[in-house]
Nanobody, 126 residues
């Protein structure tokens, strides 16, 4: 069965960095677009970034220039390098697997994911 296990969250001060990882198993990793989402209690889940095997990447405007998504298909692992962190980045971060090989473009891309990890908490203090 599909499993996604996130790690790397923690508490940092504003301006700091964290690197999240997501280990995938139970399917052929390089055949699917992957993404990071985040959610604050009481708010809607927000798409942060997505990447497919050909290397097409997109980011939410709120993280452009600060976050970098990458994937290592040989290790079946997804990464999110987060720099210049802000208190508003505080959230539970989830990795997710798309239904498709290519990442979907446009405003509705966040609806294209059907498997989710349990999440890793990121807390940024001012």
């Amino acid at each position: 069965q599909v499993q996604l296990v996130e790690s790397g969250g923690g508490s940092v001060q504003a301006g700091g960095s964290l690197r999240l990882s997501c280990a995938a198993s139970g399917y052929t990793y390089d055949l699917y677009c992957m993404a990071w989402f985040r959610q604050v209690p009481g708010q809607e889940r927000e798409g942060v970034a997505q990447i497919d095997s050909p290397g097409r990447i997109s980011y939410a405007d709120s993280v452009k220039g600060r976050f970098t998504i990458s994937r290592d298909n040989a290790k079946s692992t997804l990464y999110l390098q987060m720099n210049s962190l802000k208190p508003e980045d505080t959230a539970m971060y989830y990795c997710a697997r798309s239904r498709n090989y290519y990442c979907k473009r446009g405003d509705s891309w966040t609806a294209d994911f059907d498997y989710w990890g349990q999440g890793t908490q990121v807390t940024v203090s001012s």
